[in-house]
């Protein structure tokens, strides 16, 4: 760690993710516009996985009657038929034991108190007994039942009908639910709780307590778990076997076991840093994502949802884009680790890139020279062209005027042995852009390995400003989303809206272009693009939003990728206060989505900066909870790829966006979009996306748990914070 002998000022933030806190200390040396966050390493975390045990054939869905946890954690199911043991996986009958079957029993004579069945019942350290019933709240009261009226602040009475679950936790504080919310009795009198506090869902069945003072509460779609404040939602096959819990304990270990009518399953909380994390999904690329002996990145089928006994691989549009940022990250770490694996991993993704380029030269429809492919295939699959012209056709047509129809769109390559896919776009560019210099800095070391990215990125460059700055594909005509020329931009109502992004994306390429071939004559070009046809101020706003949640995602994620390498390759002047400024906006529209990646490019780039206007000068270093909601982020991704069906528009903690925040200005929302109480979007464990491009704001998430997406979108930001010190390694 370097010394710096300036003043320091420390404060401290902490990371409440389950039973377990983690103390963050940030120490920020202020030397002029720089500041340097030096955190304490995030260490160990509880990391959440799923089990499921099944019950077939030994019991039906309607055969389900409790579940009974015994004090060596020992789990027991009871049916129609009589109890069930489980052991090594495998359930056999056997009788409850004893203790707790006598801990079951409610006196006879209580029982007959109440004219309304009882849902849950519990006993007080006394001896006495709740219970929670159709008729309300009920506590024993000389030798019976009697309703226990609860009146909140506001007077209102709480427990009077329809009382679903009741429970006492380790510290003996008392809590019943009912749909009106959660309520518990502390020490310091009754808190209620409702979708305004937090609460995720309140169509309760059962509540249990853990040994680390968690609640868990089950409910007919879904589980929650209360603990140090915070709420927690557990909903889909990612971590239920059916939403609906009809009952549930929890074990010594913290481990919730919840009977549903697809049988068992549990939650564990296992002990875990984020590097083990980052080898965990690492390790998983290799093994079932990586496609092709050259290694792009996307993602997988599979035969049996939930399995990777059987992967089906397939090509991507953006395959180039994904290797990109799988690379980038590589990079990253490499930077800090030095680990000769890491190295490898970063030189095997700059080969599969480079081969995107020069696969396309020479072979029957070779494309101008630069000139990158989207992805490849082997000439061994069915060809991609057949019937490709007519659906193209049909695209142009009914969808989008400006779609290319023409064939082939997969020519084949000089030997034969490659499909490549044509009519590359934006998006691609902008992952090759991203990619390149982050490997010229950190992993290249020879003048062998450097000259090769000086080629590849010439190549590139030399490609647009020959086609005055598009991207022009082996039909000589320009590709759908390559389109970046001056006139096009400024003057071509087609392209308004996407102006200001392929600005900064070609100023970015510049940038890059000048650093990595050391050749000024990049910054010629984009000194004329600026000075005649005001690049730069196109860029000052990349995207019209009205407000969080609008706008593209891809775009977003695009922008931020050119955002970082310009302002990394662009020395302090007018164009670096424009793009500091643009950015600081982008960032603070984006800055409730919790994305660690969006969060570490700005905060790596804009930590200690300052813009100047004519009323002052302003700091725009990033604020609020940038660390805390990237650290949690990271944390929260589930080591579960697969893409299982996320719901959370029946949920009560979320707010509706409005129509102005649609993500089209010209259509309103086409699906129910939000975020939760506290203006953020929903956690990483309730979503699922393959990559950053996915909208965040969306509330419903299909899938079937029959794709296996890669680990990139944890590994580029851990990568990435690991590099700019934002997380100790």
């Known amino acids: 760690m370097k010394e710096w002998h300036l003043e320091t000022r420390t404060s401290s933030i902490f990371f409440q993710r389950s039973n377990q806190v983690t103390l963050f200390l940030i120490v920020l040396f202020m030397a002029s516009n720089t500041a340097f966050a030096e955190p304490f390493p995030v260490g160990k975390f509880p990391q959440e996985t799923s089990e499921f045990f099944p019950m077939k054939p030994q019991a039906d869905a309607d055969d389900f009657q409790s579940i009974e946890i015994t004090s060596t954690d020992q789990v027991f199911v009871e049916t129609r038929e009589g109890w069930f043991h489980l052991s090594e996986r495998q359930w056999l009958k056997k009788a409850l034991p004893r203790a707790i079957q006598k801990s079951r029993r409610i006196p006879r004579k209580l029982l007959l108190s109440t004219q309304a069945g009882l849902n849950q019942s519990t006993q007080l350290p006394d001896g006495s007994w709740l219970a929670a019933a159709n008729e309300g709240l009920l506590i024993e009261a000389e030798g019976k039942f009697v309703p226990w009226p609860v009146f909140d602040n506001k007077g209102r009475q709480w427990g009077t ?255 034969g042995k490659w499909y490549w896919k044509s009519d590359t776009s934006s998006d691609e560019l902008d992952g090759h852009y991203f990619f390149y210099p982050l490997y010229y800095d950190l992993v290249a ?83 004329e693009l600026i000075q005649n046809h005001a690049f730069d101020t196109n860029a000052l706003i990349y995207k019209i939003h009205r407000g969080i949640g609008s706008g593209n995602q891809s775009d977003d994620e695009m922008a931020f990728m050119c955002y970082y390498n310009l302002l990394r390759y662009t020395p302090e002047g007018s164009l670096r206060q424009k793009a500091l400024l643009s950015f600081y906006a982008a960032w603070l529209n984006e800055a409730p989505e919790m994305n660690p990646f969006f969060h570490f490019a700005y905060a790596g780039q804009a930590m200690g900066r300052e813009v100047s206007d004519p009323w002052g000068t302003h700091s725009i270093s990033p604020t609020g909870d940038w660390l805390v909601d990237s650290i949690e982020t990271l944390q929260g991704f589930p080591l579960n790829r697969f893409n299982w069906a996320c719901e959370n528009s029946h949920r009560i903690d979320i707010k509706s966006l409005p129509d102005q925040n649609s993500t089209d200005l010209l259509s309103s929302n086409p699906r129910q979009r939000g975020y939760r109480i506290n203006g953020k979007v929903l956690p990483v464990e309730n979503r699922h996306f393959n990559h950053w491009n996915t909208d965040p704001w969306q509330l419903d998430y299909g899938g079937s748990g029959n794709i296996l997406a890669s680990g990139t979108v944890f590994l580029l930001p851990y990568y990435m914070g690991l590099y700019h010190g934002f997380i100790a390694h």
């Open 161 to 415: 009908h329809d009382i679903r679950g009741v429970e006492v936790d380790q510290k003996g504080q008392i809590w019943f639910t009912s749909l009106a919310g959660v309520a518990c009795r502390t020490s310091k009198g009754w808190q209620f709780f409702e979708g305004k506090d937090g609460l995720p869902y309140n169509d309760f069945t059962r509540i249990a307590s853990g040994p680390d003072g968690e609640i868990w509460f089950g409910t007919h779609k879904g589980l929650i778990r209360y603990q140090n404040g915070r709420w927690d939602y557990r909903q889909g096959r990612r971590w239920l076997p059916h939403d609906k819990i009809m009952d549930l304990k929890v074990d010594s270990k913290g481990t919730v076991w919840v009977l549903t009518p697809e049988g068992i399953g549990c939650i564990r909380q296992d002990s875990i840093t984020l590097a083990e994390k980052a080898a965990f999904y690492e390790k998983e690329i290799k093994s079932y994502i990586k496609r092709t002996p050259l290694g792009y990145l996307s993602e997988v089928s599979v035969i049996t949802p939930g399995k990777k006994d059987h992967i089906h691989y397939h090509d991507s549009d953006n395959d180039g884009l994904w290797t990109s940022m799988y690379g980038a990250g590589e990079c990253f770490a490499y930077a800090v680790t030095k680990d000769p694996e890491t190295k490898e991993r970063a030189h095997h993704a700059f080969k599969a890139l480079r081969f995107l380029q020069t696969v396309t030269q020479e072979g029957s429809h070779p494309a101008p020279q630069g000139f990158v492919a989207r992805t490849i295939r082997s000439t061994k699959l069915p060809d991609p062209n057949d019937g490709r012209l007519k659906q193209d056709e049909e695209i142009q047509k009914n969808k989008d005027q400006l779609w290319k129809a023409y064939e082939p769109r997969w020519p084949v390559s000089a030997d």
């Open 445 to 527: 070391q020879t003048e062998k390995e450097k000259e090769e990215v000086r080629q590849v990125v010439r190549d590139l460059t030399d490609h647009l400003i020959r086609h005055g700055y598009n991207l022009v594909d082996h039909t000589g005509t320009v590709t759908r989303w390559g389109v970046y020329s001056p006139d096009a931009l400024n003057h071509d109502p087609d392209w308004w809206a996407e102006r200001g992004l392929k600005s900064l994306s070609m100023l970015s390429y510049l940038a890059v272009a000048a650093h990595v071939t050391g050749e000024s004559r990049y910054l010629e070009h984009q000194a």
